[in-house]
């Protein structure tokens, strides 16, 4: 179930799933992020391990052992 900091997320819903499953969803990242919105281009803060796009509602997540790069971060669906 837990596989520590080699676990690799093939889609953004998992990557939320699991940040979700392990309590850190919303939680603060040690750093925010500055997130481009793949959907409707708008950029926002992202500070916790789960974000949301104000703009349009796509959901975004990070596991804690990934969130040292933005490159990390996944987008899983709008209100996902």
Do not use: L, W
């Amino acid at each position: 179930m837990h596989e520590g900091c080699t676990g690799k997320f093939e889609t953004g819903k998992d990557t939320v799933d699991k940040v979700r499953m392990m309590g850190f969803s919303a939680q603060y990242m040690p750093m925010p992020f500055d997130i481009k919105c793949e959907d409707c281009g708008d950029t926002f803060e992202m500070d916790k391990f789960e974000g949301k796009c104000p703009s349009c509602g796509m959901v975004y997540g990070v596991t804690p052992c990934h969130a040292f790069d933005p490159a990390n971060v996944m987008a899983a669906g709008k209100d996902y």
